[in-house]
């Protein structure tokens, strides 16, 4: 983990969630590294409508897996996402809102900061 990363305002990266514990290190960050092929970065708070358009796509979020400690999320979770499927809900009509605060810089790779802010905020 880098405790030096940036989040996508050039401000240093803060906690996601704690609970449920997300992030590719399950330490509450966004953060990552070149093992994380996913980029897990951006901090996503859950929507009905994105755990749906998810599960469509082959990802269960929704679904426990005790073998995972995983407790499954739900509407209102705070979560980091793979970039490219939160991309994917954007052009869908179903992202969910980014906590700017939150989002590794490396978000910028895959969407602009105005794409990421037109869904910004505690919703």
Not at 3 to 19: H, R
Not at 25 to 45: L, P, Q, W, Y
Not at 101 to 120: G, I, K, P
Request: aromatic share 8%; glycine share 8%.
């Amino acid at each position: 983990m880098n405790k030096d990363a940036l989040n996508v305002l050039g401000t240093p990266l803060i906690p996601c969630s704690y609970d449920p514990l997300t992030g590719f290190f399950r330490d509450g960050c966004c953060n990552t590294d070149e093992e994380d092929s996913g980029s897990h970065v951006i901090c996503a708070k859950m929507t009905q409508a994105f755990l749906d358009f998810s599960l469509e796509q082959g990802n269960d979020l929704s679904t426990p897996r005790a073998e995972h400690r995983f407790k499954g999320l739900k509407a209102g979770d705070r979560w980091c996402l793979c970039a490219l499927r939160w991309k994917e809900a954007f052009d869908a009509g179903v992202a969910p809102a980014v906590i700017l605060e939150s989002t590794h810089m490396r978000a910028l790779a895959f969407a602009s900061l105005d794409q990421l802010q037109s869904v910004n905020g505690e919703r």
